[in-house]
């Protein structure tokens, strides 16, 4: 089952706009991950954020966490072409002698339009 | 190789007959986990492997599916008896090591899209 849920399911923007999609999860993770997938691809690892850290950058993408809330989000600068894809957020959960296993949420479609 | 390699691409099978997915990882990477992602979904777990010992396998659907990796590099992913239902894309990702405190990410490979007719 899906643990987490995106917001929105789906966003479509103006090339150079920025973009803020939204997870929200359920139970305590180890840490929480963003990957991009494009149109018959597999997923490429954007960022990883640990439970103790409340912000991360990588080039235009920012992530925050609030443990507090469950809830994630990245934020996209300056978005381009190259970015319509669909971002998921997983967390990561230590489970059974200390495996760590990921639950994917449902997926945000962003479209970036020329 | 220098990413996760899986083959075929795209599979399409009758229903009832039998499947063997593949799974080549990235080199020396310890842990490998198997996915089920429906259209529209986000990539479910099916199961995880620490080098050849399978040590989760609580997301197979069903009895009918089984998953290997007996030299702890190439993982096969069979379906016996395959349903509709089964139609899915079946992503493999590895990591480089299977400790709780390694925050890791997965590296997956462009996936099987299995069609059953």
């Known amino acids: 089952s899906q643990q987490g849920e995106e917001d929105p399911q789906a966003l479509s923007i103006q090339e150079g706009e920025n973009a803020t999609m939204n997870c929200s999860y359920k139970?305590?993770?180890?840490?929480l991950q963003w990957y991009r997938q494009n149109s018959g691809r597999g997923l490429v690892h954007l960022i990883l954020?640990?439970?103790?850290?409340r912000e991360k950058h990588s080039g235009r993408l920012r992530v925050t966490l609030d443990t507090s809330k469950k809830s994630s989000s990245l934020l996209i600068t300056a978005s381009r072409a190259a970015d319509t894809a669909s971002y998921f957020c997983?967390?990561?959960?230590?489970?059974?002698?200390?495996?760590?296993?990921?639950?994917f949420g449902t997926g945000t479609r962003l479209t970036i339009i020329p | 190789g220098a990413g996760v390699s899986q083959s075929p691409r795209y599979k399409v099978a009758k229903r009832g007959q039998d499947v063997a997915l593949r799974c080549d990882p990235i080199?020396?990477?310890?842990?490998l986990f198997w996915y089920q992602q429906a259209l529209g979904q986000g990539p479910e777990f099916l199961t995880y492997?620490?080098?050849?010992?399978?040590?989760?396998k609580s997301g197979l659907p069903s009895d009918r599916f089984f998953a290997e990796r007996p030299e702890g590099s190439v993982s096969t992913l069979k379906i016996q008896r395959t349903q509709q239902e089964d139609s899915a894309v079946y992503l493999c990702?590895?990591?480089?090591?299977?400790?709780?405190?390694?925050?890791?990410?997965?590296?997956f490979g462009d996936g099987t899209r299995l069609s059953i007719l």
């Open positions: 080199s020396g990477h310890v842990s």
């Open positions: 997983a967390t990561a959960h230590i489970y059974n002698f200390g495996n760590e296993k990921l639950t």
């Open positions: 492997f620490q080098n050849e010992a399978q040590l989760d």
């Open positions: 990702a590895s990591s480089p090591t299977g400790t709780p405190s390694s925050n890791q990410p997965q590296h």
């Open positions: 139970t305590s993770i180890n840490n």
């Open positions: 954020i640990r439970s103790n850290e």
